[in-house]
């Protein structure tokens, strides 16, 4: 069973970081294309960032320059790194992966809340 676990979110300030984690089963992991979605109250899940399994990267226009999504592939890990985050980033992010077989796995979701 495939399975994607994320975590590393919370409260945080404008201007503040966070570093999302999301562990990924092996047996999807290596072959996959891993992304970050996020879910504002009230909006459509849309795409944050993307790392594809030859290292090319797309990030939303609202989100480059701030955030970077990696991976480790000996922790079977995908990771973003949230910087000078602002209250439109608050929402759930979503881990994602794509299998080359269009197979689509989601994680539970982990809250983001950026607020004073």
């Known amino acids: 069973q495939v399975q994607l676990v994320e975590s590393g979110g919370g409260l945080v300030q404008p201007g503040g970081s966070l570093r999302l984690s999301c562990v990924a089963s092996a047996s999807i992991f290596s072959i996959s294309d891993m992304g970050w979605y996020r879910q504002a109250p009230g909006k459509e899940r849309e795409l944050v960032a993307r790392l594809t399994t030859d290292s090319r990267t797309n990030y939303a226009d609202s989100v480059r320059g701030r955030f970077t999504i990696s991976r480790d592939n000996a922790k079977n890990t995908v990771y973003l790194q949230m910087n000078s985050l602002k209250p439109e980033d608050t929402g759930v992010y979503y881990c994602?992966?794509?299998?080359?077989?269009?197979?689509?796995?989601w994680g539970q979701g982990t809250q983001v809340t950026v607020s004073s």
């Open positions: 994602n992966a794509l299998s080359p077989y269009r197979s689509v796995y």
